[in-house]
């Protein structure tokens, strides 16, 4: 199943709070730990929510962390010094935020050039429809969902600019180009 827009984005905001985590590692907070195991419950709800098979391999790294907290050292992980409850935790969060990151990465990746793609078209679309006047036309006495119907069915419609319309419609699906003209346009004005 493709990501759409906003399930991408979503992610993105879940990646984008990575480095607050690891920060709180490198300052050596207490609540790093279950600060990820917390990150980790969000990250597999939204991978759940959007049926994604990757929320397995985020619930695995979970339970290595919970087992971790337990005073469990993971197979392959080697602490230095004495190997406290804590140090086992630490260094188990650190590598699961790793791996989970990378799971994102790696769904998220898969969009990511559709969309930039998506975004760079919608753009050129909504600048010659403005220079052609579509805009204008789809804006007088719309509501704005109203404007919004006009200008995709106007671009679907018009000789010029229905086969860069049909483009991004097959790149991105109807809803997520409803998305992408509206925040296109929102930049044109």
């Known amino acids: ?5 906003l399930q991408y984005e ?8 990575v480095p607050s985590l690891v920060d709180a590692l490198e300052e050596r907070r207490p609540g790093f730990a279950s600060d990820v195991v ?13 049926r ?7 619930a695995a790294g979970r339970a290595q962390l919970i087992e971790a907290r337990r005073g469990t050292l993971p197979s392959g992980m080697v602490i230095a010094g004495r190997p406290t409850t804590r140090k ?16 994102l990465h790696a769904i998220i990746g ?7 793609e998506a975004e760079k078209v919608t753009a050129q679309l909504v600048v010659v429809a403005g220079a052609k006047g579509i ?29 860069g319309y049909a483009h991004l419609l097959a790149l991105v699906g ?14 044109l004005g």
């Open 135 to 163: 805009v204008a036309a789809c804006e007088d006495g719309n509501t704005h969902a109203g404007m919004l119907r006009c200008v995709q069915q106007t671009l679907a419609a018009d000789g010029d600019l229905a086969g």
């Open 1 to 5: 199943m493709a990501l759409t827009l």
């Open 52 to 58: 994604l098979p990757a929320v397995s391999q985020i």
């Open 174 to 187: 109807s809803t997520d180009v409803i998305i992408l003209l509206d925040r296109a346009l929102a930049k």
């Open 38 to 50: 917390e990150w980790l419950r969000r990250v597999e709800g939204s991978l759940e929510d959007n």
């Open 88 to 103: 086992i935790q630490e260094a188990t969060a650190a590598r699961v935020l790793e791996r989970s990151s990378d799971v």
């Open 110 to 116: 898969e969009r990511e050039a559709t969309f930039q």
């Open 10 to 17: 979503h992610l993105g905001e879940l990646l984008r709070e």
